[in-house]
T-cell receptor
Framework: NAGVTQTPKFRVLKTGQSMTLLCAQD?????MYWYRQDPGMGLRLIHY???????AKGEVPDGYNVSRLKKQNFLLGLESAAPSQTSVYFC?????????????FGPGTRLTVT | AQSVTQLDSQVPVFEEAPVELRCNYS??????LFWYVQYPNQGLQLLLK??????LVKGINGFEAEFNKSQTSFHLRKPSVHISDTAEYFC?????????????FGTGTLLAVQP
C-alpha cells in the first residue's frame, strides 16, 4: 500500500515549456486535490476533483489544468510555465462517507521555472 | 469565506520545554479543524483533528489541541518537546458537512527545538 505517490520528485523547466505532474493513490479515494506550497503562504488549493471525470477550480487555478480520467490518478498540467509557478506541489486524497475527513498527502514535487 | 491565522511564523524552544502553537480561524459556518506536521523535505502528516465531541483532542507524538468556539481558536500544545519535533506545523479548517472537504490552511509555524 503506497498511499499517495507523485511523479516526478524534482523538475527544472524553462519559461514557456510545458509539463504534467502525476498523482496516484491506491486507497480508492473519491476526492483528490492539488496544492502549491510557497514560503510564508502555507498551502493553497489549485484544483480538485470529487470523482472520476470531474474537476473544479480551487483558490489559485490560473496557469494550470487538470484531468481525472481514472479514479486513482489526478494529473496537473502546466501549458506554458512561468517563473511564478516555481513552487512545491502536493497532491492529496481523501475518502468520503467515512466521517474521517483526513487528507493524505504525497511527498511533493519541487518545480523550478527559470 | 473561511480563513486561518497562525500568528507565529517561527517558535524557538529548548528541548524538554513546553510549547504552544497558536491557531485562530474565521468562518460563518461550523468547521472541522486539523493540525498537520511537515518534516523537512516531506509531505504533510495529520497530527490531530477536531470533528465533534470533547474539545480537548489528543494526537500523535504527545501533541494535543483544544477547540475554543467562543475564541475561534485551536491551539496546539506539547508539555515537553524533543529535537525530533522540529518541523513546520499547519493549522487547517474545512466546512462542517461540506461537499468537497476542501482544506483552508494557515501560513504555518516553524517549531525550532534547540538542545
Amino acid at each position: 500500500n503506497a498511499g499517495v505517490t507523485q511523479t516526478p520528485k524534482f523538475r527544472v523547466l524553462k519559461t514557456g515549456q510545458s509539463m504534467t505532474l502525476l498523482c496516484a493513490q491506491d486507497m480508492n479515494h473519491e476526492y483528490m486535490y492539488w496544492y502549491r506550497q510557497d514560503p510564508g503562504m502555507g498551502l493553497r488549493l489549485i484544483h480538485y476533483s470529487v470523482g472520476e471525470g470531474t474537476t473544479a477550480k480551487g483558490e489559485v487555478p490560473d496557469g494550470y489544468n487538470v484531468s481525472r480520467l481514472k479514479k486513482q490518478n489526478f494529473l496537473l498540467g502546466l501549458e506554458s510555465a512561468a517563473p511564478s509557478q516555481t513552487s512545491v506541489y502536493f497532491c492529496a486524497s481523501t475518502a468520503t462517507g467515512t466521517g474521517n475527513y483526513e487528507q493524505y498527502f504525497g511527498p511533493g514535487t519541487r518545480l523550478t521555472v527559470t | 469565506a473561511q480563513s486561518v491565522t497562525q500568528l507565529d511564523s517561527q517558535v524557538p524552544v529548548f528541548e524538554e520545554a513546553p510549547v504552544e502553537l497558536r491557531c485562530n480561524y474565521s468562518s460563518s459556518v461550523s468547521v472541522y479543524l486539523f493540525w498537520y506536521v511537515q518534516y523537512p523535505n516531506q509531505g504533510l502528516q495529520l497530527l490531530l483533528k477536531y470533528l465533534s465531541g470533547s474539545t480537548l483532542v489528543k494526537g500523535i507524538n504527545g501533541f494535543e489541541a483544544e477547540f475554543n468556539k467562543s475564541q475561534t481558536s485551536f491551539h496546539l500544545r506539547k508539555p515537553s518537546v524533543h529535537i525530533s519535533d522540529t518541523a513546520e506545523y499547519f493549522c487547517a479548517v474545512t466546512n462542517y458537512g461540506g461537499a468537497t472537504n476542501k482544506l483552508i490552511f494557515g501560513t504555518g509555524t516553524l517549531l525550532a527545538v534547540q538542545p
